[in-house]
């Protein structure tokens, strides 16, 4: 089993910056792929970004490319989101996610789930 568990939400302003955390325990987290998603007040759960095991490659949403950085410190169990010029349409709960069985786009194929953090943009 992995556990994940989110930090680094809160509110910011419309133009700022924001930096989320999700570190792991349990089963070995250098082996898996992990990712975030997003959801947004009465919308379904949504792709935000992915990064392979070793770090070696990265995938963007089209929405958040360009102004989000995933990465990862296997070392210290932990991936991050780097979100900046952030608008009010990035508000939403945003989850790390571990081992992925499939498309990484969708949220089902994904094993292993933090219980969010709430990213709040205000204009």
């Known amino acids: 089993q992995v556990q994940l568990v989110e930090s680094g939400g809160k509110w910011v302003q419309a133009g700022g910056s924001l930096r989320l955390s999700c570190t792991a325990s349990?089963?070995?987290?250098?082996?898996?792929?992990t990712g975030w998603f997003r959801q947004a007040p009465g919308k379904e759960r949504g792709f935000v970004a992915a990064?392979?095991?070793?770090?070696?490659?990265?995938f963007y949403s089209d929405s958040v490319k360009g102004r989000f950085t995933i990465s990862r410190d296997n070392a210290k169990n932990t991936i991050y989101l780097q979100m900046t010029n952030l608008t009010p349409v990035d508000t939403a709960v945003y989850y790390c996610?571990?081992?992925?069985?499939?498309?990484?786009?969708?949220?089902?194929?994904?094993?292993?789930w933090g219980q969010g953090t709430q990213v709040t943009v205000s204009s």
């Open positions: 996610a571990a081992d992925p069985d499939g498309d990484y786009t969708k949220d089902y194929d994904w094993n292993h």
């Open positions: 349990g089963r070995a987290f250098g082996s898996l792929p």
């Open positions: 990064i392979t095991a070793n770090g070696g490659s990265t």
